[in-house]
């Protein structure tokens, strides 16, 4: 309790996060967060840096069904043009992309009229565990809900243990492939899109000095 207090004390108040272990709840940690990290829409100058967050077989394979043994500048390429939106997170002072996803409804056939998939989800290896998986997430959702989407779906492989926790403690609500003809090899995760969003906005908004280019709409 005592080092969850000093932690939340460097964050507040020095303005840097010290790295925590994962017995700490992420949900107040990635609220402390929220000061430090920023998001903004995916420029092609940010392939190379998300490119580095991809660089193995396995991690590829858990984002996208594209083979191969890592992230490519073209297949990054295809992923962003194809999507409705590409967003990056990064640090206050670091323009480097730290973590990357899409917006999509070009990934899978038959989504409804309202909702949108969140894909190509990614974390750097050197930034996980740091709330920066849930930032990413409310962001997506927050413009998702900009671009007048009302539901939002993800898919996750089976065996992905990471994205399964995170989707839960995001309280995604686990839904049957069949219920909307999915593709039934993933395990489906929905969130409504409610004015919820913009009070995680507007807490951001309070929480960082926001500049042109953190703007969406
Ligand atoms: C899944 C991933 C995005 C998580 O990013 P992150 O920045 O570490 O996530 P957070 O720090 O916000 O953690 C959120 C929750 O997930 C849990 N989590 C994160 N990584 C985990 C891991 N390797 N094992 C178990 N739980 C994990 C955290 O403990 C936390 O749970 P809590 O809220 O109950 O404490 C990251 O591991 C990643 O990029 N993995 C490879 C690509 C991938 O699998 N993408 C998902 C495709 S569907």
Redesign the pocket.
């Given at each position: 309790m005592e080092t969850a207090i000093a932690r939340r004390f460097m964050s507040a108040v020095v303005g840097f996060r010290l790295p925590y272990p994962?017995v700490?709840?992420?949900?107040r940690?990635?609220a402390c967060t929220m000061r430090n990290y920023r998001y903004r829409r995916f420029d092609p100058s940010d392939a190379p840096s998300v490119c580095g967050?991809?660089r193995s077989r396995e991690?590829l394979q858990?984002?996208s069904g594209d083979c191969g043994d890592s992230l490519t500048p073209d297949i990054l390429h295809r992923w962003s043009s194809d999507a409705r939106a590409a967003i990056v997170v990064h640090l206050v002072h670091d323009q480097t992309a730290a973590?990357f996803c899409t917006l999509s409804r070009q990934e899978v056939a038959g989504l409804p009229d309202a909702a949108i998939e969140i894909c190509h989800?990614?974390?750097?290896?050197a930034?996980?565990?740091?709330?920066?998986?849930?930032?990413?997430?409310y962001s997506a959702r927050a413009l998702a809900w900009h671009l007048g989407y009302r539901s939002l779906l993800?898919?996750?492989?089976p065996s992905?243990?990471?994205?399964l926790?995170?989707?839960?403690?995001?309280s995604g609500q686990e839904i049957a492939a069949n219920e909307m003809s999915l593709p039934s090899s993933f395990r489906w995760f929905r969130w409504s899109l409610t004015s919820d969003c913009l009070r995680w906005e507007f807490y951001h908004a309070t929480c960082a000095e926001r500049s042109q280019g953190d703007r969406f709409v």
């Open positions: 994962p700490f709840t992420c949900r940690l990635a967050c991809v991690r858990r984002i973590g989800f990614v974390v750097s290896p930034w996980q565990f740091r709330g920066l998986g849930s930032f990413l997430f993800g898919r996750i492989v992905n243990l990471p994205a926790t995170l989707a839960t403690s995001l």
